[in-house]
Nanobody, 119 residues
Framework: QVQLVESGGGLVQPGGSLRLSCAAS????????MGWYRQAPGNQRGLVAV???????NYADSVKGRFTISRDNAKNTVYLQMNSLKLEDTAVYYC?????????????WGQGTQVTVSS
């Protein structure tokens, strides 16, 4: 079993910053790629950023240069540093992790954390 616990969401003014954290716990051998996705009302869930275990990253065009994804493999935790936040960044942010459990590789999702950018 794998659980992903997210934290760090909240209300911030445009131009401000937030740092999201997602910690994985449970029984698993290792965690491969981890990422952050977001979903605004009326829209489908979309990729924000992903990071491989070795540290290779990929970002949505809309957040490049503003967001930074990182991870601490020893802590099984992924972070999303969000700077220069815009109104359009308002969404529920979901953590994703590909966990190796026994001989299986399964995708897991966090419960989501609300990020609201408002003046």
């Amino acid at each position: 079993q794998v659980q992903l616990v997210e934290s760090g969401g909240g209300l911030v003014q445009p131009g401000g910053s937030l740092r999201l954290s997602c910690a994985a716990s449970g029984s698993f051998s290792s965690i491969g790629a981890m990422g952050w996705y977001r979903q605004a009302p009326g829209n489908q869930r979309g990729l924000v950023a992903v990071i491989t275990r070795s540290g290779t990253t990929n970002y949505a065009d809309s957040v490049k240069g503003r967001f930074t994804i990182s991870r601490d493999n020893a802590k099984n935790t992924v972070y999303l540093q969000m700077n220069s936040l815009k109104l359009e960044d308002t969404a529920v942010y979901y953590c994703n992790a590909n966990a190796m459990v026994g001989f299986a590789v399964r995708a897991h999702w966090g419960q989501g954390t609300q990020v609201t950018v408002s003046s």
